[in-house]
């Protein structure tokens, strides 16, 4: 509640005893507070912490705690003392808060981490910004500003009935699904362009999570609820619709320039694959093992995939590497058939037919890549620092050169 409220705002004081509290603060309630002083016991491993949270809000012994806290401290502990800084403690505290799973965590101060490990949980994340903390937003497509405004005078702005869900397209769109009526809305710089009762193909309840498009106006648009669907739409026609098993969670999803879609799933024990459907039929399903970061599909009707381990190429024929640099953090196939590799220590290759073409080292970490009209290569700079700041940067590549 800090500096979320007006200064001469009073709240009643708690009317529960301190007992019942407790069984919603843990069992319905958790939270992830920024502040370490506030949000850990130096003194204390963070596995007996996790051990003490699962013990007070759960009716079960020590070791049982112990038992159950194995797996998510094994998946939330960085394996070297360098990956520790800045992000790692923010990675714990979100397990943590998350352990009883809580219907709604409160993430105070939170960051890109704890965004990325809402969907990793599946939680739905909802942006509350305390009052004087920011008061100008801009939202950001492709390197383009597509809305720019002071809160208290926003450039656009639309009142929905219930919970919501939004995602932007390629073509600058925003599609918002509201839950309760199965409604998606599209809007355009602020503008109502179409509505669409899709209630009996995404679902009620679900929430929209992604939404990839091609030039000739496909837009697939990915729903979590009970089960992972995936919906194809021309503008507010819906073309056709899957749904995945209910265990797998969505991952990225693209669509290539044949109108093919490749969408990435995965599990909680970490499996994952990729599939690619052309008009609601499966075209086929690859195993991949790590978690897909990166997607581009390639004029050739081929996909490559960035995983935790690696660059991989997929297709009808199978799964194959492709020799990448450690550690890779994107990849893009340009019009020409270029494709480019990009990885965290700030280093782009483009390379043709297995042949290196050029390689250049950035001062920063790629993490996405883009092309223009006009074929020119524009990469997305991203530094994260130490102390937590953050820097970013854009690289341009002009059609047959280097940076």
Known sequence: ???????????????????????????????????????????????????????????????EAEEEAKPEEV?????????????????????????????????????????????????NPVWIVGKGASDFWTLLVSGSTVSAARLNTPAWGYQFPGIVSAAVGLDESVFVYMASSGLLVNFLHGVERWKAPIANLAGIGASLMDVAQNESGLSCLSFMADRVKLVAMVGPSPSWA????PEEMPGPVKVGGDGTVYMAAGTQSGASKVL????????????????????????????????????????????????????????????????????FGGGLRAVRGGRVLWEATLPAPVTEMAQAPDGSIFAVLDQTFAEGDRWFGLASIRPGTSP
Request: charged share 20%; proline share 9%; net charge negative.
């Open 1 to 63: 509640m800090v500096r979320s409220l007006p200064s001469k705002t009073t709240l009643p004081p708690t009317i529960l005893p301190e007992r019942e509290m407790i069984r919603i603060r843990g069992g319905k309630i958790g939270m992830v507070f920024q502040d370490p002083l506030t949000s850990r016991d130096p003194l204390m491993r963070v596995g007996d912490q996790v051990v003490e949270t699962i013990m007070a809000h759960k009716d079960v012994t020590r070791e």
């Open 75 to 123: 998946e939330e502990a960085p394996p070297e003392v360098p990956a520790r800084a800045p992000s790692v403690r923010e990675l714990w505290r979100m397990g943590v808060g998350s352990w009883a799973q809580s219907a709604l965590v409160h993430a105070v101060n939170s960051s890109g981490t704890v965004f990325v490990t809402c969907f990793d949980l599946s939680y």
């Open 242 to 245: 899957v749904a995945l098993s």
């Open 276 to 343: 690619a459907f052309r008009g609601g039929s499966l075209l086929w399903s690859h195993q991949v093992g790590d978690m897909v970061m990166k997607m581009a599909p390639a004029p050739s009707g081929e996909l490559y995939v960035v995983t935790t381990s690696g660059v991989l190429r997929l297709g009808p024929g199978g799964v194959r590497e492709v020799e990448a640099p450690p550690q890779p953090s994107g990849v893009l196939v340009g019009s020409d058939g270029i494709l480019y590799l990009a990885d």
